[in-house]
């Protein structure tokens, strides 16, 4: 019998739901409570997988919208190539924290509380991001999603509910969040002739209706609310380092690392599904020009922000909100060359979109494994404090490894993943040259904020692991994490390695994935059989085949192992050449500026780190006292 995509769906969204009314009863034996979460999540991600692999592939038969009837309500779900991407993305992250959490609840802080709730809102939330992805309209389903996703979220974070910092964060949270959808809401029945359950190519035709103004509105309201979902600025500011800070760390992984991408997805089927043919090449491309700007300033602003954190969690919270910039830029710088009518613009605006996409599947896997290191951190010292931390690295070795992985991603360093999708996103603004305009000004500012994300995972991961501190620590007993919570970090830490140095394998994925997603304006684009040869086949006009590539493979998909190959053979001369000169190594006592012994006070914490330049740069926000 043929899989049916749709039948799938529902039953993984079933199991969630069972597991939302059967694990709660079994929270007084918290393992086996975190292990029975865990099964259920794990089949549910496998349908979901299933689903995913077989839309990509072409194999998954009927993909047109199906609409769903129940209790007098009509919802229309579509998986297309586009929803499929998101689908694998949240089977993914949920199933490795669903694991993570087994041994992370019985952290000693958390043992006071019972897992009953828990256990309830955790599949509801996952439930609501996989609806979010597969709805076809803004009203009815979109709005059962949201709101399932949006209160299991709210718990989730409010878990920890004794601090009372925790519960107004939430709460501020859950007000923001339904202020989004509220908007969200009303700019959708500002189309004509919608209704409930109206789905998004009909909405598209009614935008065809309407005067340029009314338009504008709508856009703006659309924005507005998946803007704030996504952590734009100034949006991102007033919830998201709040509640990803306040929330447990496997949560604070899905959050950041999934469930503010449901926002891009908002903004994505907005700016390349919802536009009528008639404002392709006028509106259109100042749709894509505004959320370029806002993009711009959200990388910056929000990178900036993180340097100046001292707790681990609000830096990577704020990093977070400036890697989102990184991704809005490509979108926007997609979405106005693509509507330019220059083919030279349509080339770049085809590597700015594949690079938003690149980074938006980059940032959920080494963010989340960057909490998740966080969290072991936090769970094994007590603390999630930088000034408390350092020396760690012989302590949680395997966990300093994986940290390590995670932060070279996130700051673009050649050869990893991160590397990849920055600049295929900076590269597209800054090839732009005349015909581009003030495209090239975001790209050098993107290029610059990518030097300061390097400054801020150098002080996130040298204050945790590299630097002493943790002699002095209220714990003396740390050590590493169990295996438990360390499988999803290697799991996750293979795949950002597999991601580095085979970025062609992806950019196929990501091209494949807009060529296979009808409706959307840039489908013909993607599509375009000299696109895919140009994409596969050349950069820089150098062509040349690869055996492991399976044909043609350009200079720019390669470049991450020429690049190891180049640092390998440099790594061999140096110790060829320290052989040659006959060097000799002495150990001696280290140093200590003329105390006689390094403790607590005398040692350099990570408040004072780039003083100079958090001073300078006070006027972005976000400041700390004392850092």
């Not at 256990?119 to 597969?134: E, K, L, Y």
């Not at 830490?493 to 991601?499: P, V």
Request: charged content about 10%; overall charge positive.
């Amino acid at each position: 019998m043929d899989f049916n995509i749709y039948n799938g769906l529902l039953t993984g969204l079933g199991l969630l739901v069972v597991s939302a009314v059967v694990t709660p009863l079994f929270a007084g034996n918290r393992k086996f409570a975190g292990s029975l979460n865990f099964l259920f999540s794990l089949v549910a991600a496998l349908i979901f997988a299933t689903i995913s692999v077989k839309v990509l592939a072409g194999s998954a038969g009927v993909t047109e919208s199906h609409t769903l009837h129940f209790s007098g309500l009509t919802v229309p779900l579509l998986i297309d190539g586009f929803s499929a991407l998101f689908l694998a993305l949240i089977a993914l992250t949920s199933s490795l924290t669903a694991f993570y959490c087994i041994g992370y609840m019985e952290m000693e802080h958390y043992r006071h509380y019972s897992l009953r709730g828990f256990f309830v809102a955790f599949p509801i939330f996952i439930a609501g991001m996989v609806g979010i992805v597969t709805v076809d309209d803004l009203t009815t389903g979109f709005t059962i999603a949201w709101q399932m996703m949006t209160l299991a979220s709210f718990f989730l974070i409010r878990f920890d509910h004794h601090d009372t910092a925790i519960t107004r964060s939430a709460n501020k949270y859950l007000v923001l969040m339904e202020l989004a959808w509220l908007v969200i809401f009303a700019a959708a029945m500002m189309i004509p002739h919608a209704g409930a359950g109206t789905p998004l190519h009909a909405l598209t035709e009614g935008l065809g209706q309407i005067s340029g103004s009314s338009r504008g509105l709508i856009y703006a309201l659309l924005l507005l609310g998946f803007g704030m979902k996504a952590g734009m600025f100034p949006l991102g500011q007033l919830w998201l380092p709040d509640a990803h800070s306040s929330a447990p760390s496997p949560i604070s992984a899905l959050m950041s690392g999934v469930m503010i991408k449901t926002g891009v997805y908002g903004i994505v089927r907005t700016l390349f599904w919802m536009v009528p043919a008639d404002m392709q090449l006028t509106d259109g491309r100042n749709l894509g020009l505004v959320l370029a700007c806002f993009g711009v300033v959200t990388l910056f602003i929000g990178t900036v922000q993180a340097l100046k954190q001292h707790d681990a969690k609000r830096l990577l919270a704020y990093s977070s909100i400036g890697q989102m910039g990184y991704i809005l830029l490509g979108i926007g710088v997609g979405q106005y060359f693509l509507l330019s009518g220059n083919l030279l613009l349509q080339g770049l605006a085809v590597l700015a979109l594949i690079g938003g996409i690149y980074h938006t599947f980059n940032h959920a896997l080494f963010k989340g494994l960057l909490f998740l290191c966080t969290g072991s951190v936090q769970y094994a010292t007590g603390t999630k404090d930088l000034d408390h931390l350092g020396g760690l690295m012989k302590l949680m070795p395997i966990s300093a490894i994986f940290a390590a992985i995670a932060s070279i991603s996130i700051a673009g360093i050649p050869a990893s993943s991160g590397f990849v999708s920055k600049w295929a996103i900076i590269s597209s603004s800054l090839l732009s040259a005349k015909s581009g305009g003030i495209f090239v000004l975001f790209g050098i500012i993107a290029l610059v904020t990518s030097a300061i994300t390097l400054a801020l995972t150098v002080k996130l991961y040298g204050m945790t692991f590299t630097s002493v501190g943790i002699e002095w620590s209220k714990n003396p007993n740390v050590h590493e994490v169990d295996g438990v919570m360390l499988f999803p970090k290697a799991i996750l830490a293979i795949i950002c390695l597999i991601q580095g140095f085979f970025p062609w394998l992806f950019v196929g994925l990501f091209s494949r994935v807009f060529a296979i997603s009808e409706g959307s304006i840039v489908q013909a684009t993607f599509a375009d059989p000299a696109t895919q040869a140009a994409l596969a086949q050349s950069w820089a006009g150098i062509t040349f085949s690869t055996p492991s590539a399976g044909g043609p493979a350009g200079v720019a998909f390669i470049m991450p192992l020429i690049l190891l190959a180049i640092l390998a053979v440099a790594y061999l001369f140096a110790a060829w050449l320290r052989r040659a000169g006959g060097a000799e190594q002495k150990t001696g006592a280290v140093w200590l500026c003329g105390y006689q012994t390094l403790n607590d006070s005398n040692r350099y914490l990570s408040s004072h780190i780039y003083a100079a330049f958090k001073k300078f740069m006070k006027w972005t926000g976000g400041n700390v006292h004392g850092a």
